[in-house]
């Protein structure tokens, strides 16, 4: 599975971006998909998972109410809605998708990654 992130960019603290992660050469077939983020200096982070259905979603503390993470099965793509944006969001955001159905937070979970995609929250 290749993975492409997209919808990154600029956006002033407070506002709202939304990031895409669409699957080629094969389709997410029973695949969990994931957003990681590594802001400049810093480890690689978990931000939300979704499980195969779209019934199970987790997310990181800090992002917890102000990001939704939703899936469209029919389109290929997995969405990351980023709202309330803060200056602390700044990263490149990662998209990964699991060999599993459901998968947690951490990393090695992910067999297939994204080349990131970087969202820059201005204050």
């Known amino acids: 599975v290749q993975l492409q992130a997209s919808g990154g960019g600029l956006v002033q603290a407070g506002g709202s971006q939304r990031l895409s992660c669409s699957a080629s050469?094969?389709?997410?077939?029973?695949?969990?998909v994931a957003w990681f983020r590594q802001a400049p200096g810093k480890e690689r982070e978990f931000v939300a998972s979704i499980s195969w259905t779209g019934s199970g979603t987790v997310y990181s503390d800090s992002v917890k109410g102000r990001f939704t993470i939703s899936r469209s099965r029919t389109k290929n793509t997995v969405y990351l809605q980023m709202d309330s944006l803060k200056s602390e969001d700044t990263a490149v955001y990662y998209c990964?998708?699991?060999?599993?159905?459901?998968?947690?937070?951490?990393?090695?979970?992910?067999?297939?990654w994204g080349q990131g995609t970087l969202v820059t929250v201005s204050s």
């Open positions: 050469g094969r389709t997410f077939s029973n695949n969990a």
């Open positions: 990964a998708a699991a060999l599993r159905s459901v998968a947690g937070k951490e990393r090695q979970e992910y067999r297939y």
